[in-house]
Every structure is written in structure tokens, then in C-alpha cells.
């Protein structure tokens, strides 16, 4: 059975940092894709990959984040972390880690979490900035 366990979701100012950790199990973690998606507060959000990490160590990071965000993983430990520093609060939302065996930017975009036909997917993490 495939398990994801996000982690490290806290309140925080504008201005903080925070690191997410997503524990995975059930499938060959260093040949998957992995990555952060959020949902912010809304029946209209947008269901946002932020940050994507292939088996490869190649990376995505939406627009919105790239400079603020970091992604890695460690195949030893089959845990993949989003470093975020300088948050702001439209950083709000929900943040779910996923894996994939092809690219996560391959699903699409929209407002429905998770997107349709991505299978491995965690329960998230609350990520609260205040302003």
C-alpha cells in the first residue's frame, strides 16, 4: 500500500520559514517523480503543483515560488522536503505531497485536489501565514 506522511506544517509570520518532510512507502521511491501541490482556502482555489523533483533531481517550481522554495529529496530515507522561506500569506493553503511515475506537470491544472488520474497522494499539511 502506498503511503504519503506530509509534516512540518505550522503558523507563521510573514516573513518565516518553514520545511515540509513527506515520508513515503509502498513503492520504489528513487524512480518516482515527487512533489508539493497546495490548495488555498476556497471552493474556487487552485489545486497548484509548486514544486516538482524527478528521479533524476530535476525540478519544477511554480512562478509563484521560485526563489522561496526549495525542493530535495533523499532516496536513503524515501523523504522529500520543500524548504520554504520568505512566505508570504497568499503561501496559505493546504500542501499535499504526491508521487508519480511520469511528470507530476503532466495531470494539469485546475481547481480539483488531487488532480484526475494522480493516484499517490497524502492527506497534507496546514500552512498558515499571517500578515
Known amino acids: 500500500e502506498v503511503q504519503l506522511v506530509e509534516s512540518g506544517g505550522d503558523s507563521v509570520e510573514a516573513g518565516g520559514s518553514l520545511r515540509l518532510s513527506c515520508l513515503a512507502s509502498?513503492?520504489?521511491?528513487?524512480?518516482?517523480?515527487m512533489g508539493w501541490y497546495r490548495q488555498g482556502p476556497g471552493d474556487s482555489a487552485e489545486c497548484e503543483l509548486v514544486?516538482?523533483?524527478?528521479?533524476?533531481?530535476?525540478?519544477y517550481y511554480a512562478d509563484s515560488v521560485k526563489g522561496r522554495f526549495t525542493i530535495s529529496r533523499d532516496n536513503t530515507k524515501n523523504t522529500v522536503y520543500l524548504q520554504m522561506n520568505t512566505l508570504k500569506p497568499e503561501d496559505t493553503a493546504v500542501y499535499h505531497c504526491?508521487?508519480?511515475?511520469?511528470?507530476?506537470?503532466?495531470?494539469?491544472?485546475?481547481?480539483?485536489?488531487?488532480?484526475?488520474?494522480?493516484?499517490?497522494w497524502g492527506q497534507g499539511t496546514q500552512v498558515t501565514v499571517s500578515s
Open positions: 504526491a508521487a508519480s511515475p511520469i511528470p507530476l506537470l503532466e495531470y494539469g491544472f485546475g481547481t480539483t485536489c488531487p488532480p484526475p488520474r494522480l493516484q499517490h
Open positions: 514544486s516538482s523533483i524527478s528521479a533524476d533531481g530535476s525540478t
Open positions: 509502498g513503492f520504489t521511491f528513487g524512480q518516482a517523480e
